[in-house]
């Protein structure tokens, strides 16, 4: 599996920004898609999954106050994963990494690139 990630740019506190994570080589069917972010600095941290079949078992991490403000789903047709990230705060700042596992595996072990998220304040 190789994944894609990008849409990350410079955006002022409050904005917007929709990430992309696009799949390709070996199906995905049968693996969750998580969104993973790294902060200067700070170790990396889960920001949210998603279960690839259907859509559902959506996850936000607590620690980090995304859930309310970013929003993970995804799109079968074009194999790809969004993180839709809203109210954006310049703690959000960090390289942002889709990641995929099997559904009942307890690691990622398909990674994508960074993309770069930089919140303005």
């Known amino acids: 599996v190789q994944l894609q990630a990008y849409g990350g740019g410079l955006v002022q506190a409050g904005g917007s920004l929709r990430l992309s994570c696009e799949a390709s080589?070996?199906?995905?069917?049968?693996?969750?898609v998580g969104w993973f972010r790294q902060a200067p600095g700070k170790e990396r941290e889960f920001v949210a999954s998603i279960r690839w079949n259907d859509g559902t078992n959506t996850y936000y991490a607590n620690s980090n106050s995304v859930e309310g403000r970013f929003t993970i789903s995804r799109d079968y047709a074009k194999n790809t994963v969004y993180l839709q990230m809203n109210s954006l705060k310049p703690e959000d700042t960090a390289l942002y990494y889709c990641a995929a596992k099997l559904e009942f595996a307890t690691k990622y072990n398909y990674w994508g690139q960074g993309t770069l998220v930089t919140v303005s304040s």
């Open positions: 080589g070996r199906s995905i069917v049968g693996h969750s």
